[in-house]
């Protein structure tokens, strides 16, 4: 029976989440958003963090008035003491931190030869060192209370390359290996880490991202529609509830991920095929 059919039934049941501590970067709007709402409604004391202020004020805000316990954080994750201190207040006021979500992440689309270095560093220092300055003040922690799990978003771009986003491809890539060298490490501690690797999400990522020689208004048209946040914080957090490795999200991106590891080139055609066609007919008229 599901736990609302029991409580129903006038049995007590506690959810696997209630009761934790989290943190969630990238907090004030779609996964990150979306996730901390569902930790929230299912009793987990949950801090929403982002580097735009009012929006993960107004995030936490809206959970609290509905009665869950979340609360704002203004955080730039490339910062990586704010990051510690984050965490160390966290785990004054609480406790403990069971559950580190490094989400927050920004990307560039165009091509290779138009980026400059800025667009390069921008997109690593937030992405990697992101989930890489989370990872240096939760493991710690974790390490030290023999428990903990973090959980770290790559992308489908993470397992299969996406032409015309080099660098969101890199800090994805290496976001899951970093998060598989990190599960192997910490399992002897009891400190659980987990890499979500979404595929198309109907998230602002088109809305807020840098393009290079594209058009905003054709691109957004021409993205695949995506899952929506909820159900694919829903999907994370059962991944994570299970303690699985990789939480690949979208049936698309499972079929891709399997045909990666089966041929790499067949799935760097199809991959690559499907955001060329798009980026094609995003082109800027010079």
């Given amino acids: 029976m599901r736990i609302a059919e029991l409580e129903r039934n006038g049995v007590r049941c506690v959810d696997f989440f209630e009761g934790r501590t989290a943190i969630v970067t990238g907090g004030a709007s779609g996964i990150g958003r979306a996730v901390g709402g569902e930790l929230a409604r299912r009793g987990a004391l949950v801090t929403l963090a982002d580097i735009n202020a009012p929006l993960v004020e107004e995030a936490a805000a809206s959970l609290a008035r509905q009665g869950y316990k979340a609360r704002p954080a203004a955080l730039d994750v490339s910062d990586h003491e704010a990051?510690?201190?984050?965490?160390?207040?966290?785990?004054?006021?609480?406790?403990?931190?069971?559950?580190?979500?490094?989400?927050?992440?920004?990307?560039?689309?165009?091509?290779?030869?138009?980026?400059?270095?800025d667009d390069w560093h921008r997109v690593i220092d937030i992405n990697l060192y992101g989930v890489v300055h989370g990872i240096a003040a939760a493991y710690p922690v974790m390490v030290k209370q023999g428990s903990g799990h973090i959980v770290n978003t790559a992308s489908l771009a993470g397992l299969v390359p996406a032409a015309g986003e080099i660098s969101y491809t890199a800090s994805k890539y290496a976001?899951?290996?970093?998060?598989?060298?990190?599960?192997?490490?910490?399992?002897?501690?009891?400190?659980?880490?987990?890499?979500?690797?979404?595929?198309?999400?109907?998230?602002?990522?088109?809305?807020?991202?840098?393009?290079?020689?594209?058009?905003?208004?054709?691109?957004?048209?021409?993205?695949?529609?995506?899952?929506?946040?909820?159900?694919?914080?829903?999907?994370?957090?059962?991944?994570?509830?299970?303690?699985?490795?990789?939480?690949?999200?979208t049936f698309p991106a499972k079929i891709l991920w399997y045909i990666q590891r089966l041929s790499p080139g067949l799935a760097r055609a199809l991959f690559g095929e499907i955001i060329i066609k798009a980026f094609r007919g995003a082109k800027s008229v010079r």
């Fill in 175 to 249: 976001i899951v290996g970093v998060s598989d060298t990190l599960r192997a490490e910490g399992k002897k501690y009891g400190v659980k880490s987990s890499v979500v690797c979404p595929g198309f999400i109907r998230t602002p990522i088109y809305e807020t991202c840098k393009l290079i020689d594209l058009e905003r208004e054709k691109i957004v048209r021409q993205a695949p529609k995506g899952m929506d946040p909820v159900k694919c914080a829903r999907i994370i957090l059962r991944g994570v509830e299970r303690n699985k490795a990789f939480i690949v999200v």
């Fill in 83 to 117: 990051v510690r201190k984050l965490v160390n207040d966290t785990v004054s006021e609480h406790g403990r931190l069971d559950y580190m979500f490094n989400n927050a992440g920004i990307a560039v689309f165009g091509e290779t030869q138009d980026f400059s270095y």
